[in-house]
Every structure is written in C-alpha cells, then in structure tokens.
C-alpha cells in the first residue's frame, strides 16, 4: 500500500556505537533464537499443554527440560529430537550415552 509507519522501541544493552541497524539485526537474531527454542519446547515436551498448577513446578520442570533439549542437541544421531526423546525413554543404553554426552 506503500505506506509507512514509524515505531520506537527502547533497549537496555552495553554495545557502545551500535547503528540501529545493527541494534535491529541483533534483536532479530535473539528474538529468534528465542522463538526456535519455545517452539521446540512446546512441540517436542508439550510444554504449553502440561497440567502443572504450581509455579515452582513450573520453573523446575522447563529448566529440566531445557536441560534434557540441550543433551538431546549434542546427540550425533542424524534423528529428530523427538524421536531421541522417545528413544531415550524406551531404551537404558541410549538414554545413558546422552547423559554422558
């Protein structure tokens, strides 16, 4: 429509002459590393379906498994993580190569 709109938007950051260029692309990037992980969070635990009522349930149970993400990323195994999460469950050799990982 060939319309412009303006929009401000404020940051806290310790980057000294940083061009709001830069500033923009390096948002994008956190905000989408963010997003990636939220989405993989969601589709391979089921965080946002998980019944827990208490908030340091909550917290516990996303860091354990962010943590649990993280090991399953290190695994070389050319699967999805989905796949290695359910593998990881239903066989003790496995889920102890990724711990060890």
Known sequence: NEKESVSHKFFISSLKEVSAEQMYKYTRQHWSIENQLHWQ???????DTAAIK???AIVNLHIIRKWALFLLKKDPDKMSIKRKRKKAARNLA???TILKN
């Open 41 to 47: 969070l969601d589709v391979t635990f089921g965080e």
């Open 54 to 56: 208490r908030e340091n």
């Open 94 to 96: 496995y889920l102890q």
